[in-house]
Every structure is written in structure tokens, then in C-alpha cells.
């Protein structure tokens, strides 16, 4: 709880700046799955879920800015015996350093990510049903590597970026197993110049 706190007062102090450069929205695809003991790994898949981003760019030093961003992820994993998917919806808040060279359209960053657990379903093809998220851990957390190419005008930026998922806390709280999230996303997006 004190970590989600933490996280929640540095990107409300960061949105406060008057420092802001763009806002960007963006949404795409992700292919997630969770770490899982040796035997249970091959009984398990990736799932491919869907996400969106909402965030604030702010110049630091030269080519160097802080991203805050508020975002809505789905993760989980999907198992092959029986076959069925398994999704956890996140609602996410994550601060990311940021660098991009003067003359090229690639950029990159890293950073770290807080989740809370919105619910949890699971599905088997036919039907969908909504499990107790009191068995699983109501927070996650981790660190995101991001690498990204865009394309500028006056006012208006278009992009495409590519992120590695990786959460570091435990998201099962009855299993005898350290069961974290990870996956990969691909987004695209436009991002609107403020001044």
C-alpha cells in the first residue's frame, strides 16, 4: 500500500509542473503470460489482451524528459489444461525516463509501473465469468523498458512504441509459487504539443 502511495503522490506532484511539453494518447495490443514453477510453465500460455495510455511528457535537460502516464492493461495467461483464459484488468500508473537524439525518430526509456487489480474473469470460449480477486494480490508493480519511433509535425507527433511488462510482485496469494506477470505491447498513438 505504502509503494502504490508513493507512486500515486510523485505522478499528482509531476502533473502539478508547469514544465509540460505534450500530452499523448495511445492504445494497442499486448501478448502477456505470468512466471511460473518449471512444472506448471507447460501448462500455461500467452494470452492476448488490450491496453491504453494516457500520458504527460515533461522536458528535464536536452534531449531528456519524464513521462507520467495513466494507463489500463489487461494481463494473465491462458492454460492448456483444460483450455481456457485467464484475464486480470489493471488500472496502471507509471513515471519513465525518457531520451531521444535531435535527429532521429527512435527514442527510448525506461521506468517503473504501479498496478491495482480492477477485476478478474476467466474465459473458455463460450462463456465468460468473473472470478473473487481476494485470491489474488490486489497490487503489482515492476519496471518497464520502452523503445519507440515517431513522426513529427508543427503540433501533432504520431508514434509507435514497443514495451516489455515486467512485474515483480507475487499475484497469487494462495500459491506456493512466485507467479508474476510479464508480457509485451505494441501501441500507437499521437501526441498533441502543448507550448
Not at 514544465?19 to 495490443?29: D, P, Y
Not at 489487461?74 to 483464459?85: A, D, M, N, R, W
Not at 535527429?103 to 472470478?131: A, K, R, T, W
Request: proline fraction near 3%; glycine fraction near 8%.
Amino acid at each position: 500500500m505504502k509503494k502504490l502511495i508513493s507512486i500515486v503522490s510523485i505522478f499528482l506532484a509531476i502533473q502539478l509542473t508547469v514544465l509540460a511539453q505534450s500530452f499523448n494518447i495511445s492504445m494497442g495490443v499486448n501478448l502477456s503470460s505470468q512466471n511460473r514453477s518449471k512444472q506448471l510453465s507447460s501448462k500455461v500460455g500467452p494470452m492476448l489482451g488490450f491496453n491504453s495510455e494516457f500520458s504527460r511528457d515533461f522536458h528535464v535537460w536536452k534531449n531528456v524528459f519524464l513521462r507520467a502516464e495513466f494507463a489500463f492493461e489487461q494481463s494473465g495467461v491462458k492454460f492448456l489444461e483444460p483450455t481456457y483464459i485467464q484475464v486480470l484488468s489493471y488500472s496502471q500508473l507509471g513515471t519513465y525516463l525518457m531520451y531521444k537524439t535531435i535527429h532521429s525518430p527512435v527514442y527510448m526509456g525506461i521506468g517503473g509501473f504501479g498496478d491495482y487489480l480492477m477485476s478478474v474473469s476467466s474465459f473458455d470460449g463460450e462463456s465468460s465469468v468473473m472470478l473473487d480477486r481476494k485470491y489474488y494480490s490486489f497490487y503489482d508493480y515492476g519496471l518497464e523498458p520502452i523503445l519507440g519511433v515517431s513522426l513529427n509535425f508543427d503540433f501533432i507527433r504520431y508514434f509507435v512504441e514497443m514495451r516489455f511488462h515486467y512485474g515483480m510482485n507475487n499475484i497469487y496469494r494462495l500459491s506456493p509459487d512466485y507467479i508474476k506477470n510479464f508480457g509485451i505491447n505494441l501501441d500507437m498513438g499521437i501526441s498533441l504539443k502543448i507550448h
